[in-house]
């Protein structure tokens, strides 16, 4: 039973425009929350993370949200760039050094 | 500093060999980790390790087995390779410090392929 959701398997934006990836998760004991990216024929890639303390943290042109209550973040990528396609997995830990991951959401940006 | 390395890169076994894939880290980081991406599943944990000399049983360990002997190195063994293990293998890596939460570093991935 997978404990992270990401149910957009694919995402095509322009480029210039706002893509925003979603996550849905179902451990009330997850605490900390990560965006990783991936490339073809290459190992994830850490992203932007944020704790269970805040719901938002921003990093240039990535805002991750978290929505508690709704148990569900969201990564917002502005202004979307060719070089941010790529595949993006949701990951959540539970403070046991372990992570549960999402399915990945595909995203094309489009020129 | 090379980070997180994974050997091989791609291979190929017939139903019944063995094999093992083998990761090294040289950022002297406690904690290692297994997984497997299949499409439409994300990444899933195989076997993890704490620590040299441990390991842990993951998600989805049934198959596998891990070996720790050395800080730097992660060894996953597939005693008689399936078609069901066709998949691609990460290794990952973190510091270990108690307390902090920590992103995990990854390595290129095994492409492994079995007929």
């Known amino acids: 039973d997978q404990q992270v959701k990401q149910n957009s398997p694919s995402l095509s934006v322009q480029e210039g425009r706002i893509s925003i990836l979603n996550c849905d998760y179902t451990n009330s004991m997850f605490d900390y929350f990560l965006w990783y990216k991936k490339y073809p024929a290459e190992g994830p890639t850490f992203l932007i993370s944020i704790s269970s303390i805040k719901d938002k943290n921003e990093d240039g042109r990535f805002t991750v949200f978290l929505n508690k209550s709704a148990k569900h973040l969201s990564l917002h990528i502005v202004p979307s760039q060719p070089g941010d396609s790529a595949v993006y997995f949701c990951?959540?830990?539970?403070?046991?050094?372990?992570?549960?991951f999402g399915a990945g959401t595909t995203v094309t940006v489009r020129a | 500093n090379a980070g997180v390395t994974q050997t091989p890169k791609f291979r190929v076994l017939k139903t019944g060999q063995s094999m093992t894939l083998l990761c090294a880290q040289d950022?002297?980081?406690?904690?290692m980790y297994w997984y497997r991406q299949d499409p439409g599943m994300g990444l899933r944990l195989i076997h993890y390790?704490?620590?040299?000399?441990?390991?842990a049983k993951g998600e989805v360990p049934d198959g596998y087995n891990v070996s720790r002997l050395k800080k730097q190195n992660f060894l996953l063994g597939l005693e008689s390779a399936a078609p069901s293990q066709t998949s691609v293998y990460f290794c990952a890596s973190i510091p270990g410090r108690r307390g902090i939460q920590e992103t995990q570093y990854f390595g290129p991935g095994t492409r492994l392929l079995v007929l």
């Open positions: 950022m002297n980081h406690e904690y």
């Open positions: 390790s704490v620590g040299e000399g441990t390991t």
């Open positions: 990951a959540a830990s539970a403070n046991d050094y372990k992570l549960s």
